[in-house]
C-alpha cells in the first residue's frame, strides 16, 4: 500500500442519519489534499473517524501501512497524526509556550517519580521539551509570542500557534481544520507559504478541510469534494473547479473567481 493515509468505504452514521457514506480517499506521501464541501456535508466527520474521535459504522483506515480504525485518538497520535480543529484549543491561562509544551506529552521521557521529585533528569527532559517547542515557535515564525498569554493573541494568530503545536512530535500527517478561519488575506497567502513550507522542509503530508477557495485551490496538489456525506470530486484543482456536480453542489460563482 504506497499511500501514507487510506479511507476505505468509511460510513458513520448519527441517529439513523449518514453523515458520511462509502467514502474513500487516498493520500500519497508529501501530498497537499483539499477537502471542501458545503456545510453538513462530513467534512470534519471525516476527520475525527481518521483521528480516532468517531468511530465509523463501517469500513477501514490506514496510516502508514497500518490499521487504526477502532484505536483511540492518544494512540492513533502516537502513530504519526496530528489535527488542528475548528475553534481555538489553546490554554487561556497558559503562555504560547506552556501551550505549545502540551503537546509533547507523546514525546516526554520523565516518570512519574522524576516529575514529582523535579529530578535532574526531570530538569534535562523539561529544557528538552522546551527547546522542542521553541523550534516550532520558530518555524511558524511566532517565538517573540511565546511568553504572551494564549488568548492575548488574535484568533488568526492562535491558528498558527495550533499548526505549530500540530507538528511538534514529528507527525507523518496533520489534519488541519478550517486553518484559514479569522485570518485577513495578508496572513492567508502567509500561510499558504507556511503550508508548503511545512510539506517541503519537514516532509509532512497534509489534508486540509478548507472554505477559503483561492487558498485551497491555490496550495492542494487534489481536492476531495463532499456533499451529504458522499464523495462526488476527487481530483486536481483544474479538474474540480470545473466539475459541473461540484459548481453545482458548492462552489457556484466562486469556481472561476
Known amino acids: ?153 488574535s484568533f488568526g494568530q492562535q491558528r498558527i500557534v495550533e499548526i505549530a503545536r500540530a507538528l511538534i512530535n514529528e507527525p507523518k500527517v496533520v489534519l488541519l481544520d478550517e486553518p484559514a478561519v479569522g485570518l485577513s488575506i495578508n496572513r492567508v497567502a502567509e500561510l499558504d507559504e507556511l503550508l508548503r513550507r511545512i510539506r517541503k522542509e519537514k516532509g509532512i503530508t497534509l489534508v486540509m478541510i478548507e472554505h477559503v477557495i483561492r487558498l485551497v485551490m491555490a496550495v492542494s496538489d487534489r481536492i476531495v469534494v463532499l456533499n451529504s456525506g458522499r464523495k462526488i470530486a476527487d481530483g486536481n484543482p483544474v479538474s474540480v473547479r470545473d466539475d459541473p456536480l461540484v459548481i453545482e453542489a458548492y462552489l457556484g460563482a466562486q469556481a472561476h473567481a
Open 1 to 153: 500500500m504506497s499511500a501514507i493515509l487510506s479511507v476505505q468505504d468509511v460510513s458513520v452514521s448519527f441517529g439513523g442519519v449518514d453523515a458520511l457514506a462509502d467514502v474513500s480517499i487516498d493520500v500519497e506521501p508529501g501530498e497537499i489534499v483539499g477537502i471542501i464541501g458545503p456545510n453538513g456535508a462530513g467534512k470534519t466527520t471525516l476527520l475525527n473517524v481518521i483521528c480516532g474521535m468517531a468511530q465509523p459504522n463501517k469500513g477501514a483506515i490506514w496510516l502508514n501501512g497500518t490499521l487504526i480504525t477502532g484505536r483511540k485518538p492518544s494512540a492513533v497520535a502516537g502513530m504519526g497524526l496530528g489535527r488542528t480543529f475548528q475553534s481555538s484549543q489553546l490554554f487561556p491561562g497558559m503562555t504560547v509556550l506552556e501551550n505549545m509544551m502540551t503537546g509533547l506529552h507523546l514525546a516526554s521521557h520523565a516518570g512519574l517519580f522524576q516529575s514529582a521529585f523535579r529530578t535532574s533528569a526531570m530538569r534535562r527532559e523539561e529544557a528538552r521539551l522546551r527547546a522542542k517547542a521553541e523550534a516550532a515557535l520558530d518555524f511558524v515564525g511566532f517565538r517573540h509570542f511565546a511568553d504572551r498569554p494564549g488568548n492575548a493573541l
